[in-house]
């Protein structure tokens, strides 16, 4: 009896058994691993470390809150860092900061106060964007988290009216809209915060205030 039918069936079933997309005698391609894009960690505080030193009584620092934010910083690369804020403001600037992300826009840093010994002034002159910084409840919304700042030294305090023989604030810093990280008054970041219901310092009555949001 003629067995060559079989053996072609044979052969056919067993070409056709192998694995969808795989011929016999070759070898499947790995799948090439993309790494992650590398993030600078520009600060890692525990809460308890982030408040150390504060004069804030525990009736304010129990509202407070540690937020972990990414942003591109002034090198161009994603820089990971905390806002030290109220618990109110939570939700918002963390979509607020997912914003700036998507958007490119430069933060240059983004450090609680307590690296700069709770002095404001040193802060702002490092350029650095922060909530939380105790001081007069009346005067500041910085006092209890309810304020940030953004680039203080690409978006200075400048004084109106009769108060222009007061310098700018930080010493040094000059304003100028072609800077990137600089804020103006149609900037995609300017109109997310007031979207959200936060007061833009440029609108100050006695100086433009530029890097200050506050709810």
């Known amino acids: 009896m003629c067995r060559k039918p079989l053996f072609v069936l044979f052969a056919f079933l067993l070409l056709n058994s192998c694995p969808e997309g795989r011929k016999p005698?070759?070898?499947?391609?790995?799948?090439?691993?993309?790494?992650k894009e590398e993030v600078v960690v520009d600060c890692n505080y525990t809460f308890e470390e982030a408040i150390a030193g504060t004069p804030a009584p525990k009736c304010i620092t129990d509202q407070l809150v540690l937020v972990k934010v990414r942003y591109y910083s002034i090198d161009n690369k994603i820089h990971e860092g905390q806002i030290l804020t109220n618990r109110q403001n939570e939700k918002e600037l963390k979509e607020i900061f997912e914003f700036i992300l998507r958007q490119h826009f430069p933060v240059s840093k983004a450090i609680p106060v307590v690296k700069y010994h709770w002095?404001?002034?040193?802060?702002?002159?490092?350029?650095?964007?922060?909530?939380f910084c105790y001081r007069n409840t009346s005067f500041s919304k910085h006092a209890t988290g309810m304020a940030i700042d953004i680039n203080p030294f690409f978006n200075p305090v400048r004084w109106k009216n009769g108060c222009?023989?007061?310098?700018?604030?930080?010493?040094?810093?000059?304003?100028?809209p072609e800077v990137a990280g600089t804020f103006y008054s149609s900037h995609p970041v300017v109109l997310e915060f007031e979207k959200r219901g936060f007061r833009w310092g440029h609108f100050f009555r006695s100086k433009y205030d530029d890097h200050h949001f506050e709810k």
């Open 25 to 35: 005698g070759k070898t499947t391609r790995q799948k090439k691993i993309v790494p």
């Open 119 to 131: 002095n404001d002034d040193l802060s702002m002159q490092d350029n650095n964007s922060y909530s």
């Open 164 to 176: 222009h023989h007061r310098p700018d604030k930080p010493a040094g810093a000059a304003y100028n």
